[in-house]
């Protein structure tokens, strides 16, 4: 199958190096990559190893023609406050009847039912699976695994960032020591007050909503609390007292409809949700006939989101 990328930043190029390892195996053929910074790279025989770029293409429709590829494969930054232009991505390619698979939360969060629509009269598939824990296995859990069951919310600890940002504050560093941590990490975002001020969690926690409960909810109805008021001496005021601060998304499904809630909770080491250190994240998802399930994923990457990229690619190729 050929490849059309847009955006080619850290999950980007993690993707095309994974592909790279994967060939003899699963033969997908990278065929256009178009960036807002480096411009456009466009080979019909495939493009391999450094990419050499040239002018940007005039528009994403322009790029997506011109590529003439059966997947795009949409990498660029999260907006969480509309989604674009990541959406009108998506419309560009699902009009030229290409499959898609995303990595941004934020088409998710503001309109999945809209875009799951226009795949389905495109006749086409979207898969999002990195939008939420990197590559680990959460709307495929539900999907393939859980079949009968009515999801009544989750929880979860869903942000990298700020977990590693109140290790380092524990540490006594500052708030940007800690955010630079995660940047050399390659997990926050490209604007770091996204994951700071909860803007991510707030995303994911919509996402998996209008995904796996049919919610119709959107960032701005969340209105999360993230971290940005911590400081060095109250995370270690905290651990004297042997607890942490998580930023933790809560769904409930209530007789009003579905109820969200991100915030950065004090919480005791012992709590499941606090237990995980490093960029290690947690989701409980509650159903109505199996109780409780979960899923944690140890340490992601990009090469993790990367994987989740590829998860649904060959999931796509096989259905």
């Known amino acids: ?116 629509e226009a795949a389905r009269a495109a006749g086409v598939s979207f898969r999002f699976e990195s939008t939420v824990m990197d590559g680990a296995p959460v709307y495929s859990l539900v999907r393939n695994s859980l079949p009968g069951c009515e999801i009544l919310g989750f929880t979860g600890v869903l942000n990298s960032t700020t977990k590693v940002v109140v290790e380092a504050l524990r540490e006594g560093l500052s708030m940007e020591d800690g955010i630079r941590v995660a940047q050399r990490l390659g997990i926050a975002e490209a604007d770091a007050s996204y994951d700071i001020d909860g803007w991510d969690s707030a995303a994911k926690a919509c996402a998996l909503a209008n995904v796996l409960m049919d919610a119709r909810v959107t960032p701005q109805m969340v209105e999360p609390r993230g971290i940005g008021r911590l400081t060095p001496e109250r995370v270690q005021a905290l651990a004297a007292q042997g607890k942490t601060v998580r930023v933790v998304s809560r769904a409930r499904r209530t007789r009003a409809g579905v109820r969200l809630r991100v915030r950065a909770e004090v919480l005791p080491f012992t709590d499941l949700l606090s237990s995980l250190a490093g960029t290690s994240n947690l989701l409980l998802i509650h159903t109505d006939l199996m109780g409780t399930v979960g899923t944690v994923s140890i340490n992601p990457g990009v090469e993790q989101t990367a994987y989740g990229l590829f998860s649904d690619l060959v999931d796509i190729a096989r259905t």
């Open 1 to 116: 199958m050929n490849l059309a990328l847009i955006g080619y930043g850290n999950v980007g190029c993690a993707f095309a190096r994974l592909l790279e390892r994967k060939r003899a195996s699963f033969p997908f053929r990278i065929c256009g990559i178009h960036t807002a910074r480096h411009g456009t790279a466009i080979d019909r025989k495939g493009l391999r190893g450094d990419p050499r770029f040239g002018p940007a293409a005039a528009s994403i429709e322009e790029f997506l023609d011109a590529a003439r590829a059966e997947v795009a494969i949409e990498v660029t930054p999260l907006n969480p406050s509309t989604g674009e232009p990541a959406i009108s991505h998506i419309r560009a390619a699902f009009a030229r009847g290409m499959h898609v698979i995303t990595a941004n939360k934020g088409p998710i969060a503001h309109a999945y039912h809209a875009l799951e």
